[in-house]
């Protein structure tokens, strides 16, 4: 990708910020998980389903028409130009070299049920890779990506040392929303590493017999 890559910063730009339905991409993968001793992978044709600039539900990703399959999951979206000629806005730019441009990550197909398959793939935009990249995001090992049963429940005593004791006996009252109020705020801490249903279950369990440090109530 790098090596083919088209040589011109704004020129990618331009092209990211025109390109339009209808238009051709292409997604290298291995659908089924076909490919040969050398791990080629195989070029699926992609029609651009839905508007790339502004997005899909809002957000930034559009939708292809593609005939992917399992297998095809994370691969790049390519604009590609075998013979090195890029067309768009009616201008034709040629290159030396046979050009590509990144213009997503495919992560899978939308509406398959047993019945029907619409063959509508999904792409994240381009932006959205830089910005994982550019803050920094890495990935968690297996051995992270979910919470201990010490690290939850230290997150939810956390928590309760913010509450005063009229919070800790809202959280208590079945009848009063705090209860999740403070799922929410531990979820939020652990960054997602905890089912929604153990966090809530700790916390019933913990603010029972909680009897640390409380926050001042108002006035005191």
Known sequence: MQRYEVPNDDLRRQWLESVDVTEELFIPGYPQNVQDYYAQPVWKRATIASSVQLGWNGERKFLVDSASKSGMSGSPVLYYSPDGVMRFRGTNYRFD???AILAG????????????DPQIGTVWHQSVIDEIIDSECFERL?????VSRGELHKAVNDEFRTCSQGGIDNIRNPEMPSRFYVRNNVLEALQGRAVPTEVLEAVLELVENYDGPLASEEGD
């Open 105 to 116: 990550i495919y992560v899978g197909r939308l509406g398959v049920t047993k019945e029907a």
């Open 142 to 146: 297996p051995l992270d990506m979910e």
């Open 97 to 99: 070299q046979e050009v």
